[in-house]
């Protein structure tokens, strides 16, 4: 890989506008905006709909952070639209600073908030949540990591919303398996821990984290044999290349992977990482057809995909299958 492809780093200019790599639509007459900005499949129609309105309100009612809003997530309309969010607990300021995420960085963020757990499981039953997702920021703040909170978010939804599935997105939790436990013990449907990026990649795009700890804790909860699905997503368009994302694609699959989500980059502000490549869609299916072929259960990829994005959907497709 050339020095060029690493040199990520957003630079301080005037223009307004992010810089982007060439529009690969430019000139071919397919209704693409225009040469350097965005090609036709990463734009999307904006929902509409009373519900949209109607699930801002209730976490407000419930003071409560989703990750749709702190990480200005591209899907987040649509989300909101079908009454559906992705929880965002222990605060909403993370101990990582991360090149590609735009949650708040602290290094001593506020204590958890003790009602959280409550007010979680009240929101998720007055969306009528057939399927709960919960993630989490980095709390190396925290002696377990944070993991007793996640434990007691899910022990509130079960205990107001019986019958409800639950997909947790957590931290690598230091790589400490005592703090996984506490997790695992509450027996999630499904564990995320997202690997991000590739190998080579990966110290340039994430914060402490590394890529062999994360499949370590991927390998370590599907060696549990708990019945919980292990989930992990990668990102593209950061100048990895497709051989090293194959590459990331096994490692997952040796791992234990039963679920590999796989979506587009877009930068969410000034300060963080540039978008390097434009991936087209031919390219994602080449990525979904290789994980498939080398035997991941469900692989789910495209341009607006998210870890969380259409959870429930893919939580029956995966268990369909078993």
């Not at 709909?49 to 200005?72: H, I, P």
């Not at 564990?191 to 062999?212: L, S």
Request: proline share 5%.
């Amino acid at each position: 890989m050339t020095e060029e492809l690493f040199n990520i780093l957003p630079q301080v200019k005037k223009s307004k506008l992010n810089k982007l790599p060439e529009n690969p639509e430019a000139g071919c007459g397919s209704g693409a905006v225009s040469k350097g900005r965005f090609p036709s499949w990463l734009h999307r129609k904006l929902p509409s709909g009373g519900s949209l309105s109607k699930t801002g309100a209730l976490l407000e009612k419930f003071r409560l952070n989703t990750v749709c809003e702190e990480a200005k997530c591209p899907n987040r309309l649509e989300c909101y639209s079908k009454k559906t969010a992705t929880f965002l607990a222990l605060g909403k300021e993370c101990t990582r600073n991360c090149g590609f995420c735009d949650i708040d960085f602290s290094k001593e963020p506020r204590a958890p908030e003790k009602d959280e757990p409550e007010r979680i499981a009240l929101s998720a039953l007055e969306l009528g949540l057939k399927h709960v997702v919960i993630t989490m920021v980095a709390r190396d703040d925290l002696p377990d990591g944070g993991a007793s909170h996640i434990a007691a978010i899910i022990r509130e939804i079960r205990e107001k919303s019986e019958g409800t599935t639950i997909e947790v997105l957590t931290s690598d939790f230091s790589g400490n398996f005592e703090s996984l436990d506490i997790v695992l013990k509450e027996r999630p449907e499904i564990f995320n821990h997202n690997i991000e990026t590739t190998r080579e990649m990966t110290p340039r795009v994430r914060h402490k984290a590394t890529y062999d700890r994360t499949l370590k804790v991927l390998e370590y909860v599907k060696a549990q044999s708990l019945g919980t699905f292990v989930k992990s997503g990668i990102m593209v368009g950061l100048g990895e290349t497709a051989t090293d994302v194959k590459e990331t694609i096994s490692d997952l699959q040796k791992a234990g992977c039963d679920i590999v989500t796989i979506g587009h980059y877009l930068q969410a502000g000034p300060r963080k990482l540039m978008v390097k490549s434009f991936v087209t869609p031919e390219q994602f299916k080449e990525y979904e057809d290789f994980g498939y072929a080398i035997g991941i259960k469900h692989m789910y990829c495209g341009p607006f995909v998210r870890s969380s994005y259409n959870a429930h959907e893919i939580q029956k497709i995966v268990t369909s299958k078993t």
